[in-house]
């Protein structure tokens, strides 16, 4: 069980016979009156995202989710095809299942595939990625003074923005939960 005024950003627990994680949590204290937490939650199953104020008391049974290292191999149309590390078992993942951050995922990368009782939900990739730019307007040396950003393709179809001195042929680091450029790799 976990209590209300124990959440964090990632734990997961069971409300209302459905499985939720906390993807943003705040304890509000107000002048007057009770304590609460007011939250932003995700239901794993669906993706639906909603809005709810708890109690700090009330008590939840948590979820155990299943992380487990998986490879990605390839896209066959609406499937992506992952490799179990342990068993080197291929599995289908449909592409509504995978997160906005897939987008930075090359082929032959290790990933975290989530599950719940053997229902796949997600797909978590490292935390950051180093990848190519393959087109982007022509740099200029020196160019760091200011926090000017350009538009740059990388080799996985992303786009993102970077620094003025980033020229087609650079590797970078990628932060895959914001999608923002890191450093030079």
Do not use: C, W
């Amino acid at each position: 069980m976990i209590s209300a005024g124990d959440f964090r950003n990632g734990v997961t627990f069971e409300m209302d016979g459905n499985v939720v994680q906390i993807i943003e949590f705040q304890h509000v204290k107000p002048g007057k009156g009770a304590a609460f937490v007011r939250t932003k939650i995700r239901n794993v199953i669906s993706g639906a995202v909603t809005e709810k104020t708890f109690n700090p008391t009330d008590k939840y049974p948590t979820a155990f989710v299943e992380r487990k290292d998986m490879q990605y191999l390839y896209r066959d149309g609406d499937l992506y095809y992952f490799m179990d590390n342990e068993t080197y078992e291929n599995i289908p993942i449909s592409a509504s299942t995978l997160g906005d951050n897939f987008k930075f995922v090359k082929e032959n990368m290790d990933v975290k595939v989530l599950s719940y009782k053997g229902n796949v939900f997600g797909v978590e990739p490292p935390f950051f990625i180093e990848l190519e730019v393959t087109q982007t307007d022509p740099g200029f040396k020196g160019d760091t003074a200011t926090n000017a950003t350009k538009p740059a393709t990388l080799e996985t179809g992303a786009e993102i923005r970077v620094p003025l001195f980033i020229n087609e042929g650079d590797h970078i680091k990628v932060d895959t939960r914001t999608g923002e450029y890191m450093e030079r790799a």
